[in-house]
Structure formats: C-alpha cells, structure tokens
C-alpha cells in the first residue's frame, strides 16, 4: 500500500511539474502592421516606407537585393512610391512571438506607369518584423515577388 501511494504521489509530481509556466505574451500587431504597409504606399509616403525598415534590413524583389538604406531609397522606394495605387494584401500565414512576427501573403496593386499606362501586378511577399528597442516593430526582412 506505501508503494502504490508513494507512486501516486511520485506520478502527481511529475504531471504538475511538465506544465509550463504560462508566460505573458504579447503578440505583434500584425493586422495594423500589413494595413500601415499599404496605406503608406496608397499615400505615396516613402518617408513612412522607409522608416518602416531596420537600418541593416534586407529586401529582396524579383530584380534586386538591397542591404543598404541608401540602395532602398534609392533603388527602390524612389522609384516606385508615386506610381503604386490600391495596393492589397491578402494574408496567407501570419506568426508572432513577444518580439519577433511574420506575415506571407498575397499582394494586387495598380502601377500607374510614366506614360499613364496602367497595369494591375499581382504577386506573393513575406515580411519579418522585430521589436526593436524603442517598443517599435521595424521590418528586418522583406521579400516580394510578382506572379
């Protein structure tokens, strides 16, 4: 009898002690994050493009790869931020920790070229953001790809 409750006793133990401790964890404003991608794009704001990034980010399209702040202003947000309208996303898989989030998804936007010409891309983009020190949550990786 002192064996058996001896193991009950051993066997409850070992059940409370595999729970983890529940943690607090806050998970990213993903929604709000993604809809803050598209309006500033909407809006032509390229300032607020920009300072969505980390300093050392890295974006990769289907035409170039970008490390630098001066490449993305440069090569890319330049370039592109007045002729991008309607720009939506579509979210296909999303992930958050307290200071790390994911978001894959599908993207239609319209691109009004110089000549007036209007074409309506369609394509796929993953991005990666962290919390930095600040309490903002800033892009670390982007990758973009047209259909």
């Known amino acids: 009898m002192k064996k058996m409750l001896f193991v009950l006793i051993v066997f409850a133990v070992l059940i409370s002690c595999s729970k983890s401790p529940e943690k607090n964890i806050v998970q990213a404003p993903i ?20 300072n969505m990034f980390e300093p050392n980010a890295v974006l990769l399209d289907d035409k170039i790869i970008i490390t630098n702040t001066q490449e993305m202003i440069a090569d890319w947000i330049n370039p592109n931020i007045k002729h991008v309208a309607n720009l939506k996303a579509e979210q296909l898989q999303a992930w958050s920790t307290n200071d790390r989030a994911g978001y894959a998804g599908k993207y239609s936007v319209d691109y009004t070229a110089d000549d007036g010409t209007i074409t309506h891309p369609q394509g796929v983009f993953m991005v990666n953001w962290k919390l930095n020190a600040n309490g903002e949550w800033k892009i670390t990786t982007a990758c973009i790809n047209p259909f």
């Open 31 to 50: 929604d709000s994050l993604v809809a803050d991608w598209c309006n500033n794009w909407n809006n032509h704001d390229g300032d607020a493009v920009f």
